[in-house]
């Protein structure tokens, strides 16, 4: 199930979604068979997230609000990095910035230290930048842009379509030079303590309930005609094969992993029994 | 971890809603204060799995018991022996309990992993004392199991024939002078008023909460302690009680 994108080889199209494995080195013998690691979202500076209840189920899903808890760039790259450089997989970075100064530190800290680097403009559970910078096609044209004079790394952008169409803010990140795209996101999504009657919790829906529709946005983008990741509570191997039906050149396996730290290894299996072996994409 | 897909080969009604599944499992070597994370069923509904503690290990006899609290457990209720489950774990932290007189303080449910604890020290051959609490007299589990096991044991119950004390109030009249170490699991509200008594010895409380991942991956199950937010599930879920802050 080998594949090519953005000029790299992956060894399938099956890769680890951000924040829901932490760092690939819990469960090497799952990140070391999977086409790609993404690590939780980077940020400047050390982040210690937000308070609890981060986690509530909802109808075959859950939110979180995790809130981006990371130690930072500077300890990320001395600690974390050169670990993750040991699994045998590639390694992408999801970069989470609040600014466009952010991204450019983040960026730069990282240099060639990996495979590639996700950025996340669309983080749902954090005040400033985030979603509300994800939604705007131009700021995230400029991040691209900035990021792109900085590395040659190839470098994708995690979309939202929370409130907006990610097909006019993914072309703009195309143009700005992006070597490809990936979505969707979590959703917005509340939930209420119905016996104290106040708000639970307020943060990203994920797993299977936001399927059919992730897949939607990731067939709109087709007609971009670049490498789109599909990304949204994907399952099973019918699952992911189902998102390379939608146009994906490959997917990211997010909230499973929370069911089942092995998932991903399933998928893979399950997945070649679609594909065959050899799937090309991009 | 690993996964284990068990058959339920005993079920048990312990209390009108708490009930125990003993599945075999072998060669597996738990520490008090671990969990399974278990698999309700195949499909979406509930999405997550359910953390449930230890309760009892011996001879490869693993014993997990549950209270009804929602639709999951509910679902998990209605299991039968000689159905397959689907168990992951153990899970959670290898915490090693002091070799020296303890104090086990349970309030309902609680008792499930301090009856694990109490096998535990009783194979080390520690001594311990039990004070077990419960709201009322019918809720009581594992208490002639564990009552056996221990020095000396007092229950208390908030309200039914007995009287009516909390395991907090029983607390208030104990001669503590004697125990070198306290453990203590129940309800949230149980471990806030334990916390304000400002115990005399290092008192451990055995967190619980609802999990995502249960194995350090989501960061969905923080506490904080000490300053900064700690993961119950591999941090804990033993955390030392002084250091929890319960506010946040």
Redesign the interface.
């Known amino acids: 199930m080998k594949c090519r994108i953005f000029g790299l080889d992956f060894k399938n199209p099956v890769f680890i979604a951000s924040g829901t494995f932490e760092y690939g080195l819990t469960y090497k013998r799952v990140s070391n068979r999977v086409g790609a690691v993404i690590t939780k979202g980077i940020t400047a500076r050390p982040r210690i997230g937000n308070p609890p209840p981060r986690i509530i189920e909802t109808p075959c899903g859950l939110i979180n609000s995790v809130g981006l808890e990371n130690p930072g760039v500077e300890v990320f790259c001395q600690e974390i990095l050169p670990k993750m450089r040991k699994l045998k997989t590639r390694v992408f970075v999801n970069v989470a910035g609040f600014t466009v100064e952010d991204f450019i530190r983040i960026v730069e800290a990282i240099g060639d230290r990996a495979d590639g680097l996700e950025l996340n403009v669309s983080c749902p559970n954090v005040e400033a930048g985030g979603v509300a910078f994800g939604r705007d096609p131009e700021i995230c044209a400029e991040v691209v842009k900035q990021v792109k004079k900085r590395t040659k790394l190839p470098v994708i952008v995690k979309l939202t379509a929370n409130f907006c169409d990610p097909l006019v803010v993914g072309r703009r990140c195309i143009e700005a030079g992006a070597d490809g795209l990936s979505l969707i996101n979590t959703l917005h999504a509340m939930a209420f303590d119905v016996k104290g009657t106040k708000v639970l919790i307020q943060g990203g829906l994920s797993g299977p309930a936001i399927r059919p529709f992730a897949l939607f946005c990731v067939h709109r983008l087709k007609e971009l005609g670049v490498p789109v990741i599909g990304i949204g509570g994907i399952m099973s191997g019918r699952d992911a094969y189902e998102f390379l039906l939608a146009g994906a050149a490959a997917v990211e396996v997010g909230s499973a992993t929370l069911r089942d730290p092995y998932a991903p290894l399933k998928i893979i299996k399950e997945l070649k029994q679609y594909t065959g072996w050899g799937h090309d994409a991009g | 971890?690993v996964?284990h897909k068990l058959k339920i080969s005993k079920k048990v009604w312990l209390t009108k809603n708490v009930f125990g599944m003993e599945f075999i499992l072998p060669r597996i070597r738990p520490y008090p204060g671990q969990f399974f994370q278990v698999?309700v069923n195949e499909g979406?509904?509930?999405?997550?799995?359910r953390p449930v503690s230890i309760a009892s290990y011996k001879s490869s006899r693993l014993l997990l018991a549950v209270k009804i609290v929602g639709r999951g457990t509910k679902m998990l209720s209605m299991k039968k022996p000689g159905e397959q489950l689907e168990l992951?774990g153990p899970f959670g932290g290898k915490f090693k309990p002091a070799r020296k007189r303890s104090l086990l303080i349970a309030g309902g449910i609680g008792m499930a992993p301090l009856r694990f604890l109490a096998e535990y020290l009783s194979a080390r051959k520690t001594v311990f004392d039990l004070l077990y609490g419960v709201r009322a007299s019918d809720e009581f589990v594992f208490r002639n199991k564990v009552g056996r096991m221990a020095d000396r044991a007092i229950f208390v119950a908030e309200r039914g024939y007995q009287k009516k004390e909390t395991v907090v109030s029983r607390l208030r009249r104990m001669d503590l002078a004697g125990y070198a170490v306290a453990y203590a699991c129940g309800p949230r509200t149980m471990l806030i008023e334990l916390q304000k008594l400002n115990l005399p010895m290092p008192a451990y409380a055995f967190c619980e909460?609802?999990?995502?991942?249960g194995?350090?991956?989501?960061?969905?199950?923080?506490?904080?302690y000490k300053g900064?937010?700690r993961r119950i599930c591999v941090d804990g879920p033993v955390l030392e009680l002084g250091g929890i802050d319960f506010e946040?």
């Not at chain 2, 979406?44 to 799995?49: A, T, Y």
């Not at chain 2, 909460?209 to 991942?213: A, K, N, W």
């Not at chain 2, 194995?215 to 904080?224: E, F, K, N, P, V």
Request: one cysteine or more; charged letters at 10%; a negative charge.
């Open positions: 971890m996964a698999r979406f509904e509930p999405f997550l799995n992951l909460d609802f999990l995502g991942c194995c350090g991956l989501c960061m969905g199950c923080a506490i904080m900064s937010y946040v």
